[in-house]
């Protein structure tokens, strides 16, 4: 865990080359512009997505992903069949998209949202194989600090939000996607005795891609993150 938080802000900028097959419409070809990938692996592609008041964005599509707001936003969007709809997004909001195909102008607000592109949801066959988790797993250990969004067969997505004084036991994390809503300093604890000063900004983006167990004090700030738990680098990690 020590050495993921460390890697954690180089990963978050640096594009591996993956091969993975995506549609002639995909997002990021058509509008890349506003869909600009932050981080390309096995496992998933990230993408930071932002626009403003009158932005308009042409016919693409989205494999299945988890999208976070982290703006406040009002769309028009247009479906292929010409059917045309008004679409939010808040700050903090988080949900399960599944091929989705649209056009969309920005009507009000700024667009600033995180996509996370899940890679086995994209292929045919059976999903990852259900992860076995440790029994100090984050959300049985403090469930109050790490709230549980949703589940699926592909992803596990919980909120991780505490403040200023707070302190989380020792507990342990799969490999996990972060994304910070907010600005937070961390005290983390590792098994070892190893203590590690960590900060937090709004927008970043880290992957832990081994995981690991820690406990936490939260020395500043009032923090909010959405954690997303990817299976398959799970049961790819189990494999090893």
């Not at 626009?51 to 707001?69: D, E, F, N, R, W």
């Not at 820690?214 to 959405?226: D, F, P, T």
């Amino acid at each position: 865990m020590f050495r993921s938080i460390q890697l954690a802000l180089v990963l978050a900028f640096a594009i591996p080359a993956q091969v993975f097959a995506q549609a002639v419409d995909d997002a990021v070809s058509v509008d890349p512009d506003v869909h600009n990938v932050i981080l390309d692996n096995e496992h998933f592609r990230v993408f930071d997505a932002r626009a403003s008041k009158g932005a308009k964005s042409p016919m693409h599509t989205h494999p299945p992903m988890v999208l976070i707001s982290l703006g406040k936003t009002r769309f028009h969007m247009t479906t292929p069949d010409g059917k045309a709809t008004i679409f939010n997004l808040n700050p903090g909001e988080v949900r399960w998209v599944v091929d989705a195909r649209h056009s969309w102008e920005v009507l009000a607000g700024e667009l600033h949202a995180i996509g996370v592109e899940i890679k086995s949801a994209q292929k045919e066959g059976p999903p990852p194989p259900a992860p076995q988790r440790k029994e100090n797993d984050s959300v049985s250990a403090d469930p109050e600090a790490h709230h549980l969004l949703f589940e699926n067969p592909h992803v596990r997505v919980f909120e991780g939000r505490t403040s200023h004084g707070r302190k989380s036991p020792m507990h342990s994390h799969p490999p996990t996607l972060l994304v910070s809503l907010d600005w937070i300093r961390l005290k983390l604890s590792l098994p070892d005795g190893k203590a590690l000063i960590h900060d937090f900004s709004q927008g970043q983006v880290l992957w832990l891609a081994d995981g690991g167990e820690h406990s936490w004090e939260a020395l500043a700030g009032s923090g909010r993150v959405i954690a997303v738990e990817v299976k398959s680098a799970t049961a790819a990690t189990a494999a090893k």
